[in-house]
C-alpha cells in the first residue's frame, strides 16, 4: 500500500458526503492492474497522481457507488487528461480503509467531450 496524497473533501462531496478520511492510497494489486491493463500509461501518469487528485479539472459519476472518474489534464507532448478511477471510502467499509485508486490510463479530449455529453457530471473546476 502506498500513500498517494490527500483529497479535499470539499471537492469530492459530490461523490458522497460520507467520506472517512482524506488520505489516498493505491496498493500493489491495483499498480500490477494498470500496468498490465494500461502499460503505457503508468509510468507517465504515476507521477502526477497527487497534483490530478488535489486539482482535478472534472468529476464524472461513476456505475460503481462511492467511487468517482477524476480527470484532469495533462500537459504531455500529446496534450492528453488523465482519468483515474477513485473509490470513497466511507463508514460502511472496514475500519481503517482509506480512500483507493482503482485504475488510472489517458483518454483524448474526444474521450473527455463523450463524457461530457453522455455522463453526470459531479464536479467542474472554474
Given amino acids: 500500500m502506498y500513500l498517494i496524497g490527500k483529497i479535499n473533501s470539499d471537492i469530492y462531496k459530490c461523490i458522497t458526503k460520507d467520506i472517512r478520511t482524506d488520505e489516498v492510497i493505491i496498493t ?3 499498480i500490477r492492474h494498470i500496468k498490465e491493463r494500461h502499460p503505457d500509461a503508468y509510468e507517465m501518469i504515476v507521477e502526477y497522481l497527487g497534483d490530478v487528485l488535489s486539482e482535478p479539472d472534472y468529476i464524472i459519476e461513476d456505475k460503481h457507488p462511492n ?4 480527470i484532469k ?3 504531455t507532448s500529446e496534450g492528453q487528461y488523465v482519468q483515474v478511477v477513485l473509490k470513497i471510502c466511507t463508514t460502511e467499509d472496514e475500519p481503517g480503509y482509506k480512500n483507493s485508486i482503482i485504475s488510472c490510463w489517458e483518454i483524448s479530449e474526444g474521450r473527455l467531450q463523450n463524457y461530457l455529453r453522455n455522463k453526470s457530471i459531479l464536479y467542474k473546476r472554474e
Fill in 28 to 30: 500493489g494489486n491495483q
Fill in 67 to 70: 467511487t468517482g472518474l477524476v
Fill in 73 to 75: 489534464r495533462l500537459w
